[in-house]
């Protein structure tokens, strides 16, 4: 933490989200992007006891971190979202935390199926305002700093 009381992240990490069960998954730090956004395996909307559910299976068995369970979410919405190629796509989105120098935070996630790229999780500036600061000549602060710990 620096002396603005702002923790300096770097422009990738290695994170958890221990809701979902998911530990040490690599990030990317996107300024760029609003939201955070989650690579899924598979999304799929079911119903159970006549309430929609969404169903999902984070990361994809390339990813560490990947446990191929599907978690069943109540509570999510669908938005319209505009990629950085300003392709318009539907998308769900549900809350969640992440684990973030040994603190945790409430964040909304983008679900996304986002295979081929290098980095499954890009964390956006929902997230990021007035939390961190982004040094990008830095990596994976946040995971030494729990190491250390």
């Not at 446990?67 to 919405?77: A, M, P």
């Not at 392709?87 to 945790?104: D, P, T, V």
Request: with cysteine; glycine share 6%.
């Amino acid at each position: 933490m620096n002396k603005t009381g702002l923790h300096i992240i770097g422009r990738k990490d290695k994170v958890s989200f221990p809701a979902f069960d998911l530990w040490h998954v690599p990030v990317k730090i996107d300024s760029g992007a609003y939201s955070s956004s989650m690579h899924c395996f598979s999304i799929d909307l079911d119903e159970i006891n006549g309430e929609q559910v969404l169903k999902v299976v984070f990361l994809d068995p390339t990813i560490h971190g990947y446990t191929g369970e599907t978690l069943v979410f109540k509570s999510f919405q669908r938005k319209i979202v505009k990629s950085s190629n300003g392709l318009a796509q539907e998308r769900f989105f549900i809350k969640g935390s992440i684990q973030l120098f040994n603190e945790s935070f409430e964040t909304v996630f983008s679900l996304t199926e986002r295979t081929g790229l290098r980095n499954p999780i890009l964390l956006g500036r929902r997230l990021l305002n007035k939390r961190f600061l982004i040094d990008t000549s830095k990596v994976n602060l946040s995971f030494k700093f729990e190491q250390q710990a």
